[in-house]
């Protein structure tokens, strides 16, 4: 079946610093990738809708300056998280939706765990 | 606005036992509905979906879900638990913005 990684799987840094999350499609091309956040014991929170080639859809409340979101490639989006912050420390999933395919063919990524020191 | 509601956050079954991970969701018109399976350190796995079709949906590894209009439910079943369904689960909600809605998710415990 399709596959989708992230990487890193888990980062740790400090205050103040920047940490960029990939997120690509190993065999498929997608057309559409969500980013989601998760805190522990919620829900999957839904952060942006990313489509290749055009700016990322922010959901309310998400601050797009903070998490830069750029889906260069139809294999490869990236979610940058600048002057990180404790607050932000989550579990960051993405997920692509395959060119053609309808929503179930939603695919995820294993998820990446950052924490902010 | 739409919404989903996981009434467990931890079921606990013993083997060959069956499983019920509930679902209650909230949308203001006729939704898609999905069960993710979330295996630690793996991404998450479609198990079935609901999409205006059969109201009793079977999915893969033996689950099934029931479409329930009246109770606005789509609560999760399988008749005889394996040690391997151990896992956290996602009930999900189309949004019809090509998005999924999530509820907070349930952790099945099987007891060998």
């Known amino acids: 079946g399709a596959v989708v990684s992230q990487h890193p799987s888990r980062v740790i840094c400090k205050s103040g610093t920047s940490v960029k999350i990939e997120c690509r499609s190993l065999?498929?091309?997608?057309?559409?990738m969500f980013w989601y956040r998760q805190f522990p014991k919620k829900s999957l929170m839904l952060m942006a809708t990313s489509n290749e080639g055009s700016k990322a859809t922010y959901e309310q409340g998400v601050e797009k300056d903070k998490f830069l979101i750029n889906h260069a490639s139809l294999t490869l989006s990236t979610l940058t998280v600048t002057s990180a912050h404790p607050e932000d420390s989550s579990f960051y999933i993405c997920?692509?939706?395959?060119?053609?395919?309808?929503?179930?063919?939603?695919?995820f990524g294993p998820g990446t765990r950052l924490l902010v020191l | 606005a739409q919404s989903v509601t996981q009434l467990d956050s931890h079921v606990s079954v013993s083997e060959g036992t069956p499983v019920l991970l509930r679902c209650n969701y909230s949308s203001s018109y006729s939704p898609s509905l999905f069960w993710y399976v979330q295996h630690p350190n793996k991404g998450l796995q479609l198990l079935l979906k609901y999409t205006s079709a059969a109201t009793l949906v079977k999915g893969i590894n033996g689950f099934e879900a029931e479409f329930k209009k009246s109770e606005t439910s789509f609560h999760l079943t399988k008749p005889s638990a394996h040690m391997s369904d151990a896992a956290e689960y996602f009930c999900a909600l189309d949004t019809g913005r090509r998005a999924l809605t999530f509820g907070s998710g349930t952790r099945l415990q099987v007891q060998p």
């Open positions: 065999d498929f091309q997608a057309t559409t």
């Open positions: 997920s692509a939706r395959e060119r053609g395919r309808a929503l179930e063919t939603q695919y």
